[in-house]
């Protein structure tokens, strides 16, 4: 087991920690199994999240606010809502290991909550059960997930040039526009023109 200190920076803070639930899988190469994490701060939860979103921490906490908001008009909800927002949200999870590589999606990450801060140190414990890779034997992502990444990337690449080329259309017209009334506001100020020459 390992126990790791995590440091939220605010009142109520939402970070990604992937990066530490990867290290321990390849400091103790596991090759397949489980990654059992759990936080015992009463405030404090764990989750897996979109990591493809700069705005994946203001959003969440947004809902979340949103579900248990802490004052209902002005009137307080309780010491307990944070407690509650965790126990929701989740203060253990368990993540498959296969060949040597955390099971996750193309934009999933593993994200660390707090939702009663200021905390000095959050606490995460983490243990494993599986098998351990050999000596020379190096982590590989299945081919199954390989090839859910790529129809994946595809189809979002398929997305993102459908919306570049509904967004260029959309310049082209707004253009066009631009256009037809400017040679319009001008032919009528040539017509009140010739009308005051006559």
Known sequence: MKILKVYPKSHEDFFE????????????RIKDGLVYLQTPGKTSAITVAPNDDKKIKSQFLEKMNYLLPKYNGMQFTGWQTPALKASLTGQSLSLMVEQGELILGLHQGVFYAEYGGPVDEGLLF??????????????????????????????EDAEKSEQDKIIEEMRLEYKLRQAKEKQEKEEKENGKQEKEEK
Do not use: H
């Open 17 to 28: 920690i992937t990066d530490l639930v990867k290290n321990f899988v390849a400091e103790n």
């Open 126 to 155: 983490m243990n494993y059960l599986g098998t351990q890779l050999s000596e020379n034997e190096m982590p590989s992502l299945p081919k199954e997930l390989l090839d859910f990444y790529q129809r994946q990337q595809e189809k």
